[in-house]
């Protein structure tokens, strides 16, 4: 059974710092992996996927990379905003599961002005 | 306006009470899927939909019942409300791009507490 896990589950950095959040998955027989961010009270965004025959994804100020064999996904945010705050999920298309998404619990993220 | 949209947002009932939650979308995707969010436990998958007419059970399908009434509509019933139902419930719905870039678009979520 796929499991997913995000280290660590909460972080608070200072604005202007670089950050890196951690994913790995137990089963490599993936679709893809994406990166959601959850804010408050509202639903979960899409903010990158990788495909499993791909090694990263890059959108603004995000960098998404997945090495597939060790299972290990990483999110790269560089220079942390405020408005960064959230919490970030990883989840996996899965191929036992009639490709259905396998989440992680979340990282909590709080950037510091 | 919003593409998933979810109601009602928020719902105290009572422990026997049966209830619905419903979700909408305006994107025109086939698949539409119900999951539930606990602290510490993350998401997990309730019920999905291929489309009109295909339901399967997710991972905690025990406890409650879905009807696609239409491609834009997709809803979760509680027929018996307890307790340990309280949770944030998620719509979400995604098209056949494939599975290697098939992605999901949430709805905002309904906060259930079940008294």
């Known amino acids: 059974k796929q499991e997913v896990t995000q280290i660590p589950a909460a972080l608070s950095v200072p604005e202007g710092e670089n950050l890196v959040l951690n994913c790995s998955f137990t089963?490599?027989?993936?679709?893809?992996l994406q990166w959601f961010r959850q804010d408050p009270g509202k639903g979960l965004t899409s903010l990158l996927l990788?495909?499993?025959?791909?090694r990263e994804q890059t959108s603004g100020r995000l960098n998404a990379s997945l090495d597939k064999s060790s299972g290990r996904s990483t999110l790269y945010i560089a220079a942390s905003q405020p408005g960064d705050s959230a919490t970030y999920l990883c989840?996996?298309?899965?191929?036992?599961?009639?490709?259905?998404?396998?989440f992680g619990k979340g990282t909590k993220l709080s950037v510091k002005p | 306006d919003a593409d998933v949209t979810q109601t009602p947002r928020n719902r105290i009932t009572k422990t026997g009470k049966r209830i619905m939650l419903e979700c909408s979308q305006t994107k025109g995707h086939d698949r539409m899927y119900w999951y539930r969010q606990d602290p510490g436990l993350g998401l997990r998958l309730i019920y999905y939909?291929?489309?009109?007419?295909?339901?399967n059970k997710g991972e905690i399908s025990d406890g409650y019942s879905v009807s696609r009434q239409a491609q834009a509509k997709f809803s979760l019933s509680l027929e018996s409300a307890i307790p340990n139902q309280t949770a944030l419930y998620f719509c979400?719905?995604?098209?056949?791009?494939?599975?290697?870039?098939?992605?999901?678009?949430f709805g905002p979520g309904t906060r259930l507490l079940v008294l």
């Open positions: 990788i495909q499993s025959s791909q």
């Open positions: 089963d490599s027989a993936i679709y893809n």
């Open positions: 939909s291929f489309d009109v007419k295909d339901i």
């Open positions: 979400a719905t995604s098209d056949r791009t494939g599975t290697v870039r098939e992605t999901q678009y």
């Open positions: 989840a996996v298309r899965d191929g036992g599961s009639q490709g259905n998404l396998i």
